[in-house]
């Protein structure tokens, strides 16, 4: 028993150190798991408005319409608090006649959890895209 102790004694340090050197690592990791959720959880928020902003444009909305649709079909937000934007191709409403199509684009930009360190790399911000094309009826 005696010889335990002296082992967990003796040893103490090293855990310390193990741990000192690992958890950097390991948080970064979680940080960096933390920030590609949320990219793709906004980007499927985004292809969301999209689809429905598309599928107002169908039904020969306006562009206001197409916007608030978009808008309101999702509860997405980019960097502090901004609404997405929302461009319904083609953007004269006369130019969307039947059997054309019509593409809306929701986009936006996020920062990542670790801007700091992507920083070194870039700018720390990604710009998340949603498209969706259907066809006018």
Do not use: W
Not at 6 to 18: A, K, L, N, P, T
Not at 74 to 98: C, G, H, I, W, Y
């Amino acid at each position: 028993m005696q010889a335990i102790v002296r082992y967990i004694r003796s040893h103490r340090g090293q855990s310390v150190v193990e741990i000192a050197l690992a958890l950097p690592f390991l948080m970064l990791v979680l940080a960096g798991m933390c920030d590609f959720g949320l990219y793709m959880y906004k980007t499927t928020l985004a292809n969301e408005a999209a689809r429905a902003g598309a599928r107002a444009a169908t039904l020969h909305k306006t562009n206001e319409d197409i916007i608030a649709a978009a808008k309101k079909a999702t509860p997405l937000r980019f960097d502090n608090n901004a609404e997405p934007t929302v461009k319904p191709v083609p953007l004269a409403e006369e130019a969307r006649t039947s059997d054309s199509e019509v593409t809306v684009t929701v986009e936006g930009q996020h920062s990542l959890l670790t801007k700091d360190i992507a920083g070194i790399f870039g700018s720390g911000t990604v710009t998340i895209k949603g498209t969706a094309t259907m066809r006018m009826e």
